[in-house]
């Protein structure tokens, strides 16, 4: 099985271990306390050499080591907490179902996504009451094959153009949320999944509504034009001082 990355494998058995004397700390105080260990700085730059194709190593236009520190950490915390079975030697899933606490946190740590490991093949962070726009960090994760977004507070458009990143995307879930409505049916790649990715999402027009809609305009609006044509000529005859003072003269 894929591994987090060399960094990972080689640091996170220390980083762990500093974790179980702090079971209390929370990952922002994990950030704030922990510092590299020796020989950090010197390990990436080997693992780079190794594997170019570490996302850390194609970073432009200086490599931030605080930055990928921090990303060890965070992936540390992250796999624990989506219950990966081997956090040392595998990371497959970002799981965050159910955690409307941590989910946003976990949104916010950008420089996690920017090198997120190949390894992950899934995230799911379905049912966390995550409000605000699409979360596009998840796009930097391009090897993904399965995305839950379902049951939030998501709004404001669909990037469609770059969902064309997720080239091994086989199952979408983007429902019941408050997207509004996109040109999806003309997607090439939102064409490979069915209408239950978006059941309720307010991505898709929903033809029921349409319909309620188109016939209680066909309905109200002749109504509408027949009540005021009744009024103006009950007017007209019964309360002519009320006319405006062209339309008296034009009654007499």
Known sequence: MATISSTCYLFLPMILSLFSTTLCATVVEDLKNLHQPPGFNSTILSNCL?????????????MDFDEIFKFTIVASHLCNESNNPNCVDSFPKVDLRNRPTIAPLYLSFDFF???CPLSIMSIDLSNSSIKGGFPTEVFFCTQIQSLDLSI??????IPIQSFSSFTNLTFLNLSYNYFSESELSDSQFFKRFN??????????LDQKRFTLKAVVMLVCFPILV?????????????????LPSKLQKSRR
């Open 113 to 115: 996504w920017k090198y």
């Open 226 to 242: 027949i009540f005021m044509v009744i009024c103006l000529v009950w007017l007209c005859f019964q309360r002519p001082d009320f």
């Open 195 to 204: 209408s239950s990715s978006f059941l309720h999402s307010g991505a898709l």
């Open 50 to 62: 190794n594997n170019p194709s570490l996302r850390y190593c194609t970073s432009s236009p200086i």
């Open 152 to 157: 939030n507070a998501f709004s404001g458009d």
